[in-house]
Structure formats: structure tokens, C-alpha cells
């Protein structure tokens, strides 16, 4: 399966849950594609060159479509997790997309159709212009990542009409503390798939620095376990037939889910739920969001 993540603005821990998704991926190989347009973190992260990696992938993907050059062109991060190292820089992250868009993707799917491995794609910022895309409409699913604020969820917005028709299991994921999942997926019309906790300690580990609790014990590696097991029984295809209509009608969003809210509003030590000022409370707009599902109303943006 290839899994795709990405964002619209800001930095809301696509890379950190990417690692933390390949780290915690239930019982098959993953590999992950630093395939940000900006360029990659992960080899500075980590003390590693960026060669081989996408530049080098890409080069080989001009001759040959072996589902063996991904493997060959990863490198291993603490813990044997397989990853293609985005290069420094957008000029030569974007020349490999191209390529790789062009001409990479049978080889991306041909790993993902093996049941015994996950491909999951850190597509970083993403707009429909951008050098990623085609690597993402060839994603299973494709996980929009967003901090749940008003600004955030705003930009967010811009991109939800888009990537319904790029993915065919799209949905969010809220990132530390704000507006309640519930809340979100009503003013957007599209499912939050997961919220993953504030946890700087556990975010600092999948970046390479010391002083915390690793992916198997950290708050942020069970939230991406959870949600690496909710993708994997949605999208694996040795699921049974009794479940497979079931799968097939079911989109990834809440009902498949069983992680905990980790938004103030659910979490009884957690601050109150985050409103606007003047927004009353069970008056449900998220301030400056404008989608599809808003666009009668005036100019599209809601602002009650
Ligand atoms: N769940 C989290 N809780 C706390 N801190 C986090 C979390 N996820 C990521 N971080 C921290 O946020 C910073 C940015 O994370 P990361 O690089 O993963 O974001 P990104 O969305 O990939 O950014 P960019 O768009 O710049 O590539 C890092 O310092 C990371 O440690
Ligand atoms: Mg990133």
C-alpha cells in the first residue's frame, strides 16, 4: 500500500509522523519516500549524506522500473527503518519529483501492491502545482496533516476540494491542541482520520535528538500506531470478503477509529475547548475556513 502525507502551510510534524507511521506500521516492511519539494530534513536530522536517496532513485528510475531500486536506494535510521533521503535544497528536491512523477511511479506502486510492505510518501507542502502530486494520486490514502487553529485549518481548507479526486481514502489529521476533531470535520466536510498529541519529547526522538521516550513508548508513537493499524485494515487486501463490503463502503475517518480525542475539549486535564472570540458556544464555525461545502454562502468564507 502508499500511503501519502502532507500539509498545507506551516510545519505540523509531517516528517516527525511519517517516521513515526514507517516506525510503528503493523507487521509488514515500510519504507518511507522523503519526497518533500523543499528538500529533506531527515539526513541532517540524523547525521546521514543524502546520497543514495531521491536524486539518486530518480536517476535510476530514468533507466530501469525494478521494484528493487527502492530498497537499494534507502538508507537505514536508528532502528532499521528504511528511508529515501530527500536532497538539501528545492531545485534539486523538485528535479527528482519530476522524474520520479514521470516515470517513478510504477515503480512506487510496484512495491506497494506487495502485501508484505508499506510505502508512505512525506509529500511535505503540498498545492495542486506542486512536483509531489503525482506521486500522491497514485496513493491509497492520503493523510492531510493540520494543526487544529483557526490559520491553519484556513489554508488547510484550500486544498480539500482537491485531493478527494488524488486519493481515494483522503482525511486529516489534527496535530496537538485547538478545535475538537468533531467540530473540524463538520465545518470541512471531510474525515479527521487521527489526532496525534503534542509531544515534544516523543517528536524530538523521530528527529533525531536524544532526550526522550522512543516510538514504542512515547505518546506519539502508540497515537501513530494506532493510526498506522486503522489504515492498514482499511487498505490490506488479504482482508476477508465478510469485511471487504464493508471496507470498500467506508472512508478513513472516525468510524474505523478507536484512538482517543487528543483535542482540550476530550482530554479532562486538558485546557477548554478552543472558540473564536464572539463565537457562541454550538455555534460550530471555525473562523476564515472556506470550502466546497461553504461556497453559496457570499464569497465562500464563513465568518459568523
Ligand atoms: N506531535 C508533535 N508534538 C510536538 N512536536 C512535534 C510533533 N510533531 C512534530 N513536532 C516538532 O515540530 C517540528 C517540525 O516537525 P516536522 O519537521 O515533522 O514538520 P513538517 O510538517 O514536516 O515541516 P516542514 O513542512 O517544514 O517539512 C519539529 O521540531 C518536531 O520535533
Ligand atoms: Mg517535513
Known amino acids: 500500500m502508499l500511503v501519502g502525507l502532507c500539509s498545507v502551510k506551516g510545519s505540523p510534524g509531517v516528517t516527525t509522523t511519517a517516521v513515526a507511521l514507517a516506525a510503528r506500521w503493523p507487521g509488514v516492511d515500510s519504507i518511507l519516500i522523503e519526497a518533500d519539494p523543499a528538500g529533506g530534513d531527515l539526513a541532517a536530522r540524523f547525521g546521514l549524506s543524502s546520497t543514495p536517496g531521491l536524486v539518486s532513485l530518480a536517476a535510476a528510475a530514468r533507466r530501469s522500473h525494478d521494484p528493487a531500486l527502492l530498497a537499494e536506494h534507502s538508507q537505514a535510521l536508528p532502528g532499521e527503518l528504511r528511508v529515501v533521503l530527500g536532497p538539501l535544497g528545492a531545485e534539486r528536491a523538485g528535479a527528482a519529483l519530476e522524474v520520479l512523477g514521470a516515470r517513478g511511479l510504477g515503480l512506487l506502486r510496484a512495491v506497494a501492491t506487495d ?39 484556513s489554508h488547510a481548507a484550500t486544498l480539500l476540494t482537491v485531493i478527494p479526486t488524488w486519493s481515494r481514502h483522503p482525511g486529516l489529521v489534527l496535530v496537538g491542541p485547538g478545535y475538537p476533531r468533531a467540530e473540524v470535520e463538520r465545518e470541512l466536510g471531510i474525515p479527521v482520520v487521527a489526532t496525534l498529541p503534542h509531544d515534544p519529547r516523543g517528536a524530538n526522538v523521530l528527529c533525531g535528538r536524544s532526550g526522550g521516550r522512543g516510538p514504542r513508548r512515547s505518546a506519539l508513537g502508540h497515537a501513530a500506531a494506532r493510526l498506522a493499524n486503522q489504515i492498514h485494515t482499511l487498505l490490506d487486501p488479504q482482508v476477508g470478503s465478510d469485511t471487504d463490503q464493508k471496507i470498500r463502503t467506508m472512508t478513513l475517518g472516525t468510524e474505523s477509529s478507536a484512538e482517543p480525542d487528543y483535542s482540550p475539549a476530550a482530554t479532562p486535564a486538558g485546557l477548554p475547548a478552543q472558540r473564536a472570540p464572539g463565537i457562541a458556544t454550538g455555534d460550530t464555525a471555525i473562523p476564515g475556513i472556506t470550502t466546497a461545502r461553504h461556497s453559496s454562502v457570499g464569497n465562500g468564507a464563513v465568518h459568523r
Do not use: I, K, M
Open 115 to 153: 502485501p508484505e510492505s508499506v510505502v508512505l510518501v512525506d509529500a511535505g507542502r503540498v498545492d495542486p502545482t506542486s512536483p509531489v502530486v503525482p506521486l500522491l494520486r497514485g496513493a491509497d490514502a492520503l493523510l492531510v496533516l493540520t494543526r487544529p487553529q483557526a490559520e491553519d485549518l
